[in-house]
């Protein structure tokens, strides 16, 4: 199948019923195309919505892809430890610490943002 | 689908129907199909990060508009401090940047049995087949008592061609006029929202139409987010325009007279905002997938977001009932769980056993100062519930120009995390 193709629906006769029986065939025989997600990522995605999808921010916040596995989770151990003052000091509240090393870890392996340059 | 696909279903369809016919070894490399119903936040962001993380997976959004315009800052648009593109979200770099597929039109019904959906584009109807498919279709509101009419009576709580018509009213206001808002019982989409409107449109009127006034009608007992700095706006800065009247349940509204009746008597204004009671998209509710005890949600599993009526449909965002607040931030946040989850599926795998969500929000308070609202949510194995982790949840201790700023970074953000 080409998916690059743009996707050009077909008017379908219906009903269609008797073509899904083999679905789970179907389903089955794709498998082995795919590789398990890293350890980290998922956790990771939800600090996305204000640093930017893989850790790059469009605007104004920090953008987190590619430091320091070490930096960032001291950094994030910090913030959910000291007296809340910003929303990042809830956010990181949102996890447990393994769960901020697994994200820390994850986000160090990301490729840092075009332009810029790591400062630590 | 492409003739490919349809080629091989053809051949399946003819070996399940009794035919000598050997497994097609293509098959192997056929990618599975996951159709996303509905494009806004939770929508869009599953497409995106089914083909971010899944490589090999074929994605179709289908959207009844073009685009989908943001109900985050879309109060900004109403009081005319920013423009109405800045809310516009196409579709263009989901398609061109990540190889979404997105087709135009109105998914009509779901057949699970036959796993397909029937779609009007255009003003054909057309069958489209999935392997996983993603509900996120947002809210529908259960009209008032009443010749209610949302054109006369606006809810602009769907943004649009309604945010325009609400803008429009309020302009036209006179320092003599009122403006009444009613906010319906919860849960419905964006808990700080009704009051943020509240304080956006009572800035609006202090600055522009000095006399006139808002009435807010709660039909909840009592302010249902950010109760501190809403709490002390309406009482301080607020307390000469605004009156926040609570446990106002809407018993009728007459939308060309411009009235409304509650428990707590009859109000009538120049606008009349009625912000309807919410319950799960229409397409959920006709699949018979609004399983909740109130019949007005979706329940789901919140490892995978999957159906607990049927496992190979996902519900996202404003129509799932798990719990968790009804937003567009918590639905970009259940959309990259859902993603994750359904990659591992077509793996063979389970699903994360230890999902984290979250909510954020910044809420302007007045023209110049917003503040913010979060609250995290953990997988609890014990009740299989989301559970807010309560040392996460807090609201801003005041607003602050800061937090106006951060709001529009926010907005630039997760806009881009999920439409591109």
Same mark, same amino acid.
């Given at each position: 199948m080409n998916r690059k193709r743009p996707y050009n629906p077909q008017r379908?006769?219906?009903?269609?019923?008797?073509?899904?029986?083999?679905?789970?065939?179907?389903?089955?025989?794709?498998?082995?195309?795919?590789?398990?997600?890293?350890?980290?990522?998922?956790?990771?995605?939800?600090?996305?919505?204000?640093?930017?999808?893989?850790?790059?921010?469009v605007s104004g916040f920090e953008s987190i892809a590619g430091k320091k596995a070490d930096d960032l989770y001291k950094g994030l151990l910090e913030m959910s430890q000291r007296r809340p003052e910003n929303i990042m000091d809830l956010q990181a509240r949102a996890f447990t610490p393994a769960q901020l090393r697994l994200i820390a870890n994850y986000l160090a392996t990301l490729p840092v943002a075009a332009g810029e340059t790591l400062d630590n | 689908m492409n003739s490919d696909r349809r080629n091989f279903l053809k051949l399946a369809g003819l070996a399940a129907a009794g035919w000598a016919f050997p497994r097609p070894v293509s098959a192997a490399t056929t990618a599975p199909h996951v159709l996303v119903i509905g494009g806004g936040?939770?929508?869009?962001?599953?497409?995106?990060?089914?083909?971010?993380?899944?490589?090999?997976?074929?994605?179709?959004?289908?959207?009844?508009?073009?685009?989908?315009?943001?109900?985050?800052?879309?109060?900004?648009?109403?009081?005319?401090?920013?423009?109405?593109?800045?809310?516009?979200?196409? !579709?263009? *770099?989901?398609? /061109?940047?990540?190889?979404?597929?997105?087709?135009? =039109?109105?998914?009509?019904?779901?057949?699970? @049995?036959?796993?397909?959906v029937t779609v009007n584009v255009g003003g054909t109807h057309y069958a489209y087949s999935y392997d996983k498919l993603v509900l996120s279709p947002g809210v529908e509101f259960t009209p008032p008592a009443g010749n209610y009419n949302a054109d006369l009576t606006p809810h602009a709580w769907k943004a649009g061609p309604q945010?325009?018509?609400?803008?429009?009213?309020?302009?036209?206001?006179?320092?003599?006029?009122?403006?009444?808002?009613?906010?319906?019982?919860?849960?419905?989409?964006?808990?700080?929202?009704?009051?943020?409107?509240?304080?956006?449109?009572?800035?609006?009127?202090?600055?522009?139409?000095?006399?006139?006034?808002?009435?807010?009608?709660?039909?909840?007992?009592?302010?249902?987010?950010?109760?501190?700095?809403?709490?002390?706006?309406?009482?301080?800065? !607020?307390? *000469?325009?605004? /009156?926040?009247?609570?446990?106002?349940?809407?018993? =009728?509204?007459?939308?060309?007279?411009?009235? @409304?009746?509650?428990?707590?008597?009859?109000?009538?204004?120049?606008v009349v905002n009625i912000i309807p009671t919410h319950r799960a998209g229409q397409i959920v509710t006709d699949a018979g997938l609004a399983n909740d005890p109130t019949g007005r949600w979706a329940l789901v599993d919140p490892l995978s977001y999957a159906s607990k009526v049927s496992p190979d449909i996902h519900i996202l965002g404003d129509s799932q009932g798990t719990g968790q607040p009804k937003s567009g931030h918590m639905a970009n946040s259940q959309a990259k769980v859902c993603?994750?989850?359904?990659?591992?599926?077509?793996?063979?795998?389970?699903?994360?056993?230890?999902?984290?969500t979250s909510s954020a929000c910044f809420s302007p308070i007045t023209s110049s100062k917003a503040a913010w609202l979060t609250a995290s949510f953990q997988y609890d194995p014990v009740t299989k519930a989301m559970k807010r982790v309560e040392a996460s949840f807090a609201e801003a201790a005041q607003p602050t120009s800061d937090g106006m700023q951060q709001m529009y970074q926010w907005a630039d953000n997760i806009f881009a995390d999920s439409f591109s």
């Open positions: 379908e006769p219906r009903p269609f019923t008797s073509c899904r029986l083999l679905l789970p065939v179907f389903i089955a025989t794709s498998l082995s195309a795919f590789a398990a997600p890293p350890p980290g990522q998922l956790l990771a995605a939800q600090c996305a919505q204000c640093h930017g999808t893989n850790g790059v921010a | 936040f939770g929508g869009a962001t599953v497409a995106k990060y089914l083909k971010l993380w899944g490589g090999n997976i074929d994605v179709t959004l289908i959207d009844r508009s073009s685009s989908h315009y943001a109900c985050i800052l879309s109060n900004l648009v109403i009081t005319g401090a920013i423009p109405m593109d800045r809310i516009k979200l196409g !579709y263009a *770099n989901l398609q /061109s940047k990540r190889g979404v597929n997105f087709v135009q =039109g109105e998914a009509l019904a779901v057949d699970p @049995v036959a796993r397909e945010t325009l018509l609400l803008k429009q009213q309020l302009s036209a206001m006179t320092k003599s006029q009122t403006f009444v808002l009613t906010i319906p019982k919860s849960p419905y989409r964006c808990p700080p929202g009704p009051y943020e409107r509240a304080c956006s449109v009572a800035d609006y009127l202090t600055r522009k139409k000095r006399g006139a006034r808002i009435i807010v009608l709660d039909a909840n007992a009592s302010i249902q987010a950010e109760p501190v700095n809403f709490g002390s706006a309406f009482r301080g800065i !607020y307390k *000469n325009v605004l /009156s926040y009247i609570p446990n106002a349940t809407i018993l =009728g509204v007459d939308s060309q007279a411009k009235s @409304v009746t509650t428990s707590q008597g009859v109000f009538t204004g120049a993603a994750d989850a359904i990659i591992r599926a077509f793996n063979g795998e389970a699903p994360d056993p230890a999902p984290v």
